[in-house]
C-alpha cells in the first residue's frame, strides 16, 4: 500500500464530535476565554479570525474512543485565563527568587535492588525494537527549559530504590503477589508498593501515587524551587482497577511524575499505534475520515461532511498555514524505524510538558487541540500536539508577566523568546530527524515569521 500523502488536513473536531455529543466552544467564547478582560463582545470578526486561527491551532480532533468522545461534557477542560488568574490555589511564581522548575533522574538502584532493571524491558516489545536506548534526563531538561522559558530547569541530585526491610508479606508469598520497595532520598525512605503487570507487557508495576507521596517529602526540601517533575522508565499504575497509567501531577504541590515505559517504540503495534499520522499527520483528512468509518470515493459528498458548522475550517490543503508546514516536514523527515530513541524521547516530553503545566494550575483543554488536553490512551497520546493553544499560552505568560522581571521583557517578547528556544531546541542536529521534532520545528518556524510580521507592523499568518 503506498504511504499516504496528507494531502488535505481537518482542521477542526471531527464528524465524530457530534455524534458524540462534544460541542467545541464557539469562537466567540474562545476568544474570551484567552482575555482577561473584564467582558469581551461578539464581533463579526470572531469567525474570520477563527478561521485565520485554524491553520495555526486546529480544533481537538474527538476521536472514537478520544477522552472528549468519552466524556464530551468533562467538568475538567474548559478553564479560562480569567478563571486560571482568579484561582485561590493557583501556584504563583515568586518574585526574587528563581522559580526553578527540578527534573528528577529515574533513581539508580542499591545493591539488592539491581533486579528491578528486568522489569523496564518490555515482554511483549516487537522483534528488532526490544533494544532501544531509553530517554535522557538531560535532554528533558534542556527541552523544559526552553518550553517554560524564562524559568530555569535543573537535574536534583538522584534518588535510589532500596529493599524496603519492613515487608509484611507472609513468608510463604509468591513471585507473583504484591510486594515493596523503598524509594530512597536522603534519610528518608517511602514505601512503594509493586505488582505484576496486567496485561504482561512488563514483569511488574510501581504504585504511582505511593511514588508521589515520597516526592513530597523531597520537594520540602528542595530551594529555590518551583515545580519538580520525576522522570521514570518502570511501568505504573494507580489503583487496582488500573492497567496502566503514563503519569500524574499534584498540581497543588508541585510535584509529579511521567514514565517512558508505554511510550517504548517496540510496543507500538501491541499498543495499535499507527506511526504514519502520529502528530502533525494526526489532522489527515483521509485518516479521520477512516477513523470515523467514513468512506471515500464516488458519491461521498466530502467537504459536506467535513465541514463544521460556526469555524468553515473544516477540511483542505492548509496551504501556507503552520498546520501545512508542519505536516510538510513530517512527511520529509526519515522513518520512525531510523531513530527510535528520538520517537521515544519525544512522546515523553510531550507529557513531561502536560504534567508540569498542571502544576501551573492549568486545567485541560477543549478549545483547540493542544499539549493540556486529556487523553484516554496511548493511541490517543501520540494524536495531540506538543504546542500550548492560545489560551493555555495566555495562562502561561500571564503568570510570568507577574513578575517584575519578566514583565519587564514583555508578554509579546516572551512569547517570542520562547519560540525562539524550542525551535532550536527542535532543529538541533539530533532531532531534527526526528518526525514530531521535524514537524514541531516547522510549525514553531511559522509562528516566529508570523510574530515577527506582527511586530514590524506587518500582518503574519496566524
Given amino acids: 500500500m503506498a504511504p499516504c500523502k496528507h494531502a488535505n488536513l481537518l482542521l477542526d473536531v471531527s464528524p465524530n464530535a457530534t455524534q ?28 474570520e479570525e477563527a478561521q485565520n486561527l485554524a491553520g495555526t491551532f486546529p ?21 479560562t485565563v480569567k478563571v486560571w488568574q482568579r484561582s485561590k490555589h493557583r501556584n504563583r511564581l515568586n518574585a526574587g ?19 528491578m ?9 516487537t522483534e528488532g525494537e526490544e533494544d532501544v536506548n531509553p530517554p535522557k534526563p538531560k535532554d528533558l531538561t534542556d527541552y523544559l527549559s526552553a518550553y517554560y522559558h524564562p524559568l530555569p530547569v535543573t537535574q536534583t541530585p538522584n534518588l535510589t530504590w532500596v529493599p524496603w526491610e519492613d515487608d509484611d508479606r507472609p513468608p510463604n508469598a509468591t513471585k507473583d503477589e504484591n510486594r515493596y520497595i ?40 528542595i530551594h529555590p524551587r518551583y515545580a519538580l517533575v520525576m522522570m521514570l522508565h518502570h511501568d505504573l499504575y494507580e489503583d487496582e482497577t488500573d492497567d496502566f497509567c503514563c503519569g500524574r501531577a499534584y498540581g497543588g504541590s508541585r510535584v509529579s511524575v511521567v514514565t517512558s515505559s508505554r511510550y517504548h517504540p517496540g510496543l507500538d503495534r501491541y499498543q495499535e499505534i499507527e506511526r504514519a499520522h502520529m502528530w502533525p499527520a494526526s489532522h489527515c483528512g483521509n485518516f479521520v475520515r477512516r477513523k470515523c468509518g467514513i468512506r ?40 520512525p524505524e531510523k531513530d527510535l530513541a528520538g520517537l521515544w524521547f519525544g512522546r515523553t516530553a510531550l507529557t513531561a510538558s502536560h504534567e508540569l503545566g498542571h502544576c501551573f494550575c492549568l486545567g485541560h483543554c477543549n478549545y483547540y487541540a493542544c499539549a493540556m488536553q486529556g487523553t484516554a490512551g496511548i493511541v490517543e497520546d501520540v494524536r495531540q500536539p506538543p504546542y500550548l493553544c492560545p489560551v493555555c499560552l495566555e495562562k502561561v505568560i500571564s ?50 515569521e508570523a510574530l515577527k510580521a506582527e511586530e514590524e507592523g506587518g500582518v503574519g499568518q496566524l
Fill in 20 to 47: 458524540a455529543g462534544f460541542a467545541r466552544p464557539p469562537a466567540a467564547k474562545r476568544r474570551a476565554a484567552a482575555s482577561l478582560a473584564s467582558r469581551i463582545e461578539p464581533g463579526t470578526a470572531d469567525e
Fill in 59 to 79: 480544533g481537538p480532533l474527538v476521536l472514537p474512543d478520544d477522552l472528549l468522545s468519552v466524556y464530551p461534557k468533562d467538568p475538567d477542560s474548559g478553564q
Fill in 97 to 115: 527568587t528563581p522559580n526553578t522548575i527540578h527534573v528528577a533522574a529515574p533513581p539508580s538502584y542499591s545493591p539488592k535492588m539491581k533486579h
Fill in 117 to 125: 532493571r528486568e522489569w523496564i524491558v518490555p515482554l511483549t516489545a
Fill in 182 to 221: 523503598g524509594l530512597k532520598q536522603g534519610q528518608n525512605i517511602t514505601r512503594i508498593r509493586t505488582r505484576p503487570c496486567p496485561d504482561g507487557a512488563y514483569e511488574r508495576q510501581l504504585n504511582l501515587g505511593d511514588i508521589l507521596d515520597g516526592l513530597l517529602h523531597m520537594v520540602k526540601e
Fill in 296 to 335: 471515500s470515493g464516488a458519491g461521498v459528498k466530502r467537504r459536506k461532511v467535513m465541514m463544521v458548522e460556526g469555524d468553515g475550517a473544516g477540511e483542505g490543503k492548509g496551504e501556507g498555514t503552520a498546520m501545512r508546514a508542519a505536516v510538510d516536514a513530517y512527511v520529509a523527515a526519515p522513518a
Fill in 399 to 448: 503568570g510570568f508577566l507577574e513578575v517584575k522581571e519578566y514583565a519587564n521583557v514583555g508578554r509579546d517578547r516572551l512569547i517570542l523568546q520562547r519560540y525562539k528556544k524550542l525551535h532550536e531546541f527542535c532543529t538541533g542536529k539530533t532531532r531534527a530527524g526526528v518526525k514530531m521534532f521535524a514537524g514541531y520545528g516547522a510549525w514553531l518556524g511559522k509562528r516566529i
